[in-house]
């Protein structure tokens, strides 16, 4: 006769539990405390100074202070982690950029599942970026530009942010659409890769209207094509990567809110619905088209499929450049 044991028979019980997955419940009075919007670069910057105007809106229409947080480190890994693995209550989201959908292929060991353990919650904003060469060139179209790169192989020089950054990526795949052999120059950050194209200390550089516009608009940069599928108001004169003769040609920042996976719908449908009516708000949208940036809004399901749509796009980029992290 077997004898009954109820340490065993507890732990059955607690071992079926286990398996039975966590179902995030809404908060019918949410948000009934304070939100916290992660930011996972250092204060300041077109990025940030976003972040926190859709903040003080957010508030202002949720009757809840939206802080934001900067938890800057590891190319966005460290603030991005954070919210992966942060309860999926709505109170603590992500900021998210383009360096988390590269960061998804370049990093070799990341300590989350970009798609897995994140959701989105709706597409905030873009910023085209565009392809400049310095004035000593005398180069006026892409084609020039194609041209001159193919009669000599690997002589041209770009600038980009660093290696793995969306400028480096996004000048990686011109080259590898337009057939030609570039030399990169990594520097530590935008605006020094962009001031050494302006110098003439590489040909060219590829990054936002932000930060290329002074040398657009003082001469020493000539701007060939931009990077998005359609011209911007910025710069209307200035064909896309498309016009110029690179099919399917798309590269771009974006700003993204994100949220932990599993974050009830309710939630996720009542920050997209306030988010949309934010921006949609004309002296919102003119604040920062004077900037370049501008608002893109739509619903979450549009949301996840471009945070998709992006982790494939640079897996592509990733794997042409050869750069990796360990």
């Given at each position: 006769?077997?004898?009954f044991?109820?340490?065993?028979?507890l732990?059955g019980?607690?071992?079926?539990?286990?398996l039975?997955?966590?179902?995030s419940?809404?908060d019918?009075d949410?948000?009934?405390?304070?939100i916290?919007?992660?930011?996972?670069?250092?204060p300041?910057?077109?990025?940030d100074?976003?972040?926190?105007a859709?903040?003080?809106?957010?508030?202002r229409?949720?009757?809840q202070?939206?802080i934001?947080e900067?938890?800057p480190g590891?190319?966005?890994?460290i603030g991005?982690?954070?919210?992966?693995?942060a309860?999926?209550d709505?109170?603590?989201l992500?900021?998210?950029?383009?360096?988390l959908a590269?960061?998804?292929?370049l990093?070799?060991?990341l300590?989350?599942?970009?798609?897995?353990d994140?959701?989105a919650?709706?597409d905030?904003?873009s910023?085209?970026?565009?392809l400049?060469?310095n004035?000593s060139?005398?180069?006026?179209t892409?084609?020039?530009?194609?041209a001159?790169a193919?009669?000599?192989p690997?002589?041209?020089t770009?600038?980009?942010s660093?290696?793995g950054g969306s400028?480096?990526l996004?000048t990686?795949?011109?080259?590898n659409d337009?057939?030609i052999k570039?030399?990169h120059?990594p520097?530590?950050?935008?605006?020094?890769?962009?001031?050494?194209?302006?110098s003439?200390q590489?040909?060219?550089?590829?990054?936002?209207f932000?930060?290329c516009?002074?040398?657009?608009n003082?001469g020493t940069l000539?701007?060939?094509a931009?990077?998005?599928?359609k011209r911007?108001?910025?710069?209307?004169n200035?064909?896309?990567?498309?016009?110029?003769?690179l099919?399917?040609?798309?590269?771009s920042?974006?700003f993204?809110m994100?949220?932990?996976a599993?974050?009830?719908k309710?939630?996720i449908d009542?920050?997209?619905?306030?988010?949309n009516?934010i921006?949609?708000?004309?002296?919102?949208?003119?604040l920062f088209a004077?900037?370049a940036?501008?608002?893109?809004g739509?619903?979450?399901?549009?949301?996840?499929a471009?945070?998709?749509?992006?982790?494939?796009?640079?897996?592509?980029?990733?794997q042409?450049?050869?750069?990796?992290i360990?």
């Open positions: 006769m077997k004898t044991k109820p340490w065993r028979a732990a019980v607690a071992l079926a539990l286990s039975v997955p966590v179902v419940h809404a019918p949410y948000p009934s405390r304070p916290r919007m992660i930011v996972p670069f250092t300041g910057g077109a990025s100074n976003l972040a926190r859709l903040a003080a809106e957010l508030t229409k949720l009757g202070n939206t934001v900067n938890k590891a190319g966005t890994v991005s982690q954070y919210v992966a693995h309860s999926p709505g109170y603590t992500l900021w998210a950029t383009a360096p590269i960061n998804a292929t990093m070799k060991h300590p989350y599942d970009t798609l897995n994140l959701t919650v709706v905030v904003a910023s085209p970026e565009v400049v060469v004035k060139e005398n180069i006026t892409l084609q020039q530009l194609i001159k193919k009669q000599n690997g002589k041209l770009y600038g980009s660093g290696i400028p480096h996004a990686v795949m011109f080259a337009a057939g570039l030399t120059v520097y530590q950050g935008s605006a020094p890769a962009v001031t050494a194209a302006m003439g590489v040909n060219l550089v590829i990054d936002t932000l930060t516009l002074p040398g657009i003082a000539v701007p060939l931009q990077t998005e599928s911007s108001s910025v710069l209307p200035v064909p896309t990567m498309a016009e110029a003769g099919k399917g040609y798309q590269a920042a974006w993204s994100l949220a932990p599993r974050t009830p309710p939630i009542k920050l997209n619905k306030t988010v009516e921006i949609q708000q004309p002296k919102f949208q003119e004077k900037q940036i501008f608002m893109i739509g619903s979450a399901d549009a949301a996840e471009h945070l998709k749509s992006e982790v494939a796009r640079w897996h592509t980029a990733v042409q450049s050869g750069a990796s360990e």
